[in-house]
């Protein structure tokens, strides 16, 4: 068995992201970029276009299993570009303030 210098023997995506220090650098510089901002708004204006386009007949009585599965999609896409743009930040934990010494008379 290979040893590692870490004890996460199965890292998440984001720890082998920030485990490369070239990669998060990259990452983050091309999520500031004006542009990588402006094609996410396009791509997803078009996505929003291409599901109401489908075969929605309002007569349909799975019309309403349509309307839900489009709106599901939309969110999961929205939610696929909320989690790219902050996969290269780090999550601040909490610090515990010691109150013990607080005087309660």
């Known amino acids: 068995m290979a040893t590692t210098n ?13 485990a490369n220090k070239t990669a998060l650098s990259a990452h983050n510089e091309l999520v ?3 542009d990588l901002q402006r094609s ?4 997803m204006a078009e996505y929003y276009a291409q599901l109401m386009m489908q075969d929605n007949k309002n007569d349909s009585p ?3 299993n349509k309307c839900a599965e489009a709106h599901l999609k939309a969110k999961g896409a929205a ?3 909320q989690i790219f743009k902050s996969l290269g930040q780090e999550i601040q934990r909490p ?11």
């Open 6 to 18: 870490s004890p996460v023997l199965n890292p998440t995506p984001k720890a082998r992201l920030f």
């Open 32 to 34: 500031r970029r004006e």
């Open 40 to 43: 996410f708004e396009v791509a």
């Open 62 to 64: 799975s019309y309403f």
């Open 79 to 81: 939610e696929f570009i």
């Open 95 to 105: 610090v515990i303030v010691d109150r013990d010494n607080l005087q309660q008379q």
